[in-house]
């Protein structure tokens, strides 16, 4: 493996030189951070099986290796990456796997650890997803997500990656992370704070990660995340468990803002080890219980994670100045619920008690019940999925509804060759060899939902999101 040019200013190796614990190797540190990172995905289990996803993919020749904190992650070699990048394969499209850097499947693990079962979580950072959609999967899509993005342009990316993987129990919101705490006192069961900060654990990804570090930006970083930190734990029930993780190698943004935190809080913040998170644990554990990730240890990112518990209510922070503003939507209740959840059963759209129904004027949607108690306290981007619009011949279904509820085994069901379901990711109409018995067919490649199309004669239009579209090279080649 080649090695790249990581830009190293002298004071970080001095930092790192006193950091490094006695049982690890300077030099094996600057021999990792020079060698590219090796890819690694997770399997989204609530499209697919890992057994299931391993039997797919057996034939494309892909060598998978598990990620040892992560029943569903692995990292994967490929000979066909030049031809056929990761994110084109059919399996990447129709959401059965995330691109996901192993070590940032961490602080996951460390969220749901010893059988912990959240009902109501947020991710306090969450863009572009992949700590989101893995909490959503680890949830079954059950329960509720309130995934905060502080980056407006960034808030897209992470509603399609929501989508692309069939979740149904996130709300998103655009805030800065320090206002929940005054916004939303003891309202989660557990909180991911993947904290912003200075970067160092990602050289391997990009060599120029620490082109502008300083010592100085570093304790200006950490003293945004001790706010951020607080407004979390304030944010927290007692009992709730908080994992506070960042990319990045020094004290100063990790243990210290940690340690702060049990200083502010003694009575109420007891550290949880995280010893026992996998068989391998102990290489990167510190003394107070953490992962502080060096990159020479399972050859991945620099990475540090904290699981703390709150054990006790700490005073509340005055109420937040902030107007919410009118919430425009109403309950669907009755008749009216019932029409629509025949119209969507009959194409195969069904849900559980889980999801309730929502409109706002001709549009109808599914919010998850257990962000409920939260409407009127804060402000949504977005909340749960949109169903469908109504017009007057009846509903127009949304895409994202049909990836996160279609039943693949219903009448309605139309499976695509693999010829098919190319020309409808590149946003063509498909004449399929033999033509859906139903006028509305949900359309299935893999026997995953890709979309709906309406039968004209033995063309199916296609309805797959312009946005969406794809060109260049699809799919696996050597199959």
Same mark, same amino acid.
């Given at each position: 493996m080649t090695q790249h040019a990581v830009y190293f200013p002298d004071a970080f190796l001095t930092q790192m030189r006193e950091a490094m614990p006695a049982h690890l190797s300077f030099d094996d540190f600057l021999a990792a951070c020079q060698r590219p990172l090796r890819r690694s995905i997770r399997v989204n289990t609530l499209k697919i099986s890992v057994a299931d996803f391993l039997s797919l993919t057996a034939p494309y020749g892909w060598s998978l290796t598990p990620v040892p904190w992560c029943e569903e992650g692995f990292w994967i070699e490929r000979d066909d990456e030049e031809?056929?990048?990761?994110?084109? %394969? $059919?399996?990447?499209?129709?959401?059965?796997?995330? &691109? #996901?850097?192993?070590?940032?499947?961490l602080p996951v693990a460390a969220l749901f650890a010893d059988d912990n079962l959240p009902s109501c979580v947020m991710d306090v950072a969450a863009a572009p997803?992949?700590? %989101?959609?893995? &909490? $959503?999967?680890?949830?079954g899509n059950r329960g509720a997500i309130l995934a905060n993005e502080y980056s407006a342009s960034r808030v897209k990316v992470l509603h399609a990656n929501i989508s692309r993987c069939g979740i149904s129990n996130v709300a998103l919101t655009h805030f800065d992370g320090r206002v929940f705490g005054a =916004?939303?006192?003891? %309202?989660?069961? =557990?909180i991911l704070l993947d904290a912003p900060c200075s970067g160092e654990g990602v050289v391997r990804k990009d060599p120029d990660a620490l082109k502008n570090w300083s010592i100085e930006s570093n304790l200006e970083i950490a003293a945004t995340q001790r706010e951020l930190i607080e407004s979390a734990f304030h944010a927290?029930?007692?009992?709730?468990?908080?994992v506070y993780s960042t990319c990045t190698l020094n004290r100063e943004e990790n243990e210290s803002v940690v340690a702060w935190l049990k200083e502010t809080w003694p009575e109420a913040v007891e550290f949880l080890?995280?010893? !026992?998170l996998?068989?391998?644990?102990? #290489?990167a554990l510190t003394a107070e219980g953490f992962l502080h990730v060096f990159p020479q240890i399972y050859d991945c990112e620099g990475f540090f994670v904290a699981r703390l518990r709150k054990?006790?209510? &700490?005073?509340?922070?005055?109420?937040?100045?902030?107007k919410v503003g009118n919430f425009p939507f109403s309950p669907v209740k009755g008749r009216d619920a019932t029409s629509i959840v025949q119209a969507a059963n009959a194409l195969g759209l069904q849900w559980n008690e889980n999801l309730h129904l929502w409109q706002r004027d001709k549009e109808v949607w599914l919010f998850p019940a257990e962000i409920e108690p939260l409407i009127g306290k804060v402000r949504f981007s977005r909340l749960g999925i949109k169903l469908a619009e109504i017009h007057n011949k009846g509903y127009r279904w949304q895409h994202e509804a049909v990836i996160a509820l279609a039943d693949v085994h219903h009448r309605c069901a139309f499976e695509l060759s693999r010829?098919?379901?190319?020309?409808?990711?590149?946003?063509?109409?498909?004449?399929? #060899?033999?033509?859906?018995? %139903? !006028?509305?067919?949900?359309?299935?490649?893999q026997h995953q939902p890709i979309g709906l199309a309406k039968r004209i004669g033995s063309r199916l239009k296609n309805s797959y999101p312009r946005e969406l579209v794809r060109d260049g090279k699809l799919f696996t080649g050597n199959v």
């Open positions: 031809a056929l990048p990761l994110g084109s %394969t $059919a399996e990447h499209l129709s959401g059965l796997f995330y &691109i #996901q850097e192993a070590s940032s499947m997803g992949s700590k %989101t959609t893995q &909490i $959503a999967a680890r949830m =916004a939303l006192p003891e %309202t989660f069961d =557990a927290l029930r007692p009992g709730g468990t908080l080890p995280l010893n !026992d996998f068989p391998e644990a102990t #290489q054990t006790a209510s &700490i005073p509340a922070l005055p109420a937040p100045k902030y010829q098919e379901a190319e020309e409808w990711y590149r946003g063509r109409d498909v004449y399929p #060899q033999t033509t859906p018995t %139903t !006028d509305e067919a949900l359309v299935t490649f």
